[in-house]
């Protein structure tokens, strides 16, 4: 261990699989409780790249309860979920029955090397303290030139700082972080990509401020500095050839 350097905790899955499984068995509520037309601003850079043609194969990693997989599922792609927790996987194959399913973990992923052309992890890294390993299972499953597709919180909101990081905004959330969640910044996220993939979109959605018309919240979105404190965080990569993690150590969250 370095000098000075703490020792990262890995996910506590057994936590994780609790929580899921007491949250679905609540009365199966809504992850986010989003409207059609945020779904389709997380998804554009999917459509941008148009690598949802027939034959390609798609791994919806961290896939949860089917609410990104619904959608998925609608292209003609072959879509594969895969979640750490069985109760949101039977949850979501009730409601995507096109779709596979495995129940795993996304740093340990039971696939062969290069088996996907697209993948999708939406609202998942977060759920990790360190990500050099899952992005490692990331960029050995996915092909070479393979479109990655991340969503994830983002730290620099007001709104969903005080929502994660506060006592009061846990207990108003929809749905309270887990003991493993730690939110960053889209920056973080966007650097975090950069050493292995080759940034095709990178953009903030969701201005949870106020509620804003459509129209001008894809201004803030391509706007700097408005485009950096969306409440929700959308990159897309394409994997370079033979790319394998660097250290992300130092990166600011």
């Known amino acids: 261990m370095l000098l000075g350097v703490t020792r990262v905790k890995s ?7 609790e929580f899921f499984t007491r949250f679905m068995g609540s009365g199966n509520p809504e992850f ?6 945020q779904f ?22 961290g896939c949860g309860d089917g609410e990104f997989t619904s959608r998925l599922v609608l292209s003609p792609v072959n879509v594969v979920g895969l979640d750490v927790t069985y109760a949101v996987i039977r949850v979501n194959k009730s409601r995507n029955p096109s ?12 696939f062969k090397d290069g088996q996907f052309d697209i993948l999708v992890a939406t609202f998942l890294l977060h759920h990790f303290r ?3 390993k899952i992005m490692s ?6 092909k070479d030139g393979g479109v990655f597709l991340v ?17 009061r905004g846990r207990m108003q959330s929809k749905r309270p972080p887990t003991t493993n969640e730690k939110i960053f910044s889209a920056r973080y996220l966007h650097k975090l990509l950069k050493p292995d993939f ?42 370079q050839p033979s790319s394998f993690p660097t250290s992300i150590a130092g990166v600011r969250k």
Do not use: M
Request: proline letters at 6%; glycine letters at 6%; charged letters at 30%.
């Open 11 to 17: 996910q506590d899955k057994k936590a994780e699989v």
């Open 32 to 37: 986010l409780g989003w409207g059609e037309k």
């Open 40 to 61: 389709r601003r997380a998804l554009r850079p999917l459509d941008k790249t148009k690598r949802l043609t027939l034959n390609q194969r798609l791994l919806d990693l």
């Open 99 to 110: 779709a596979g399913f495995v129940c795993g973990d996304a740093e340990n992923l039971p």
């Open 130 to 132: 360190q990500h050099d």
């Open 137 to 142: 299972e990331i960029c050995r499953v996915l």
């Open 151 to 167: 969503v994830e919180p983002n730290s620099w909101n007001p709104v969903t700082w005080y929502r994660h990081n506060t006592q």
């Open 198 to 239: 080759k940034i095709q979109e990178f953009k903030t959605i969701n201005f949870d401020l106020v509620r804003l018309p459509e129209a001008v919240e894809v201004f803030f979105e391509k706007t700097p500095p408005f485009s950096l404190f969306g409440a929700t965080a959308v990159v897309c990569g394409e994997k």
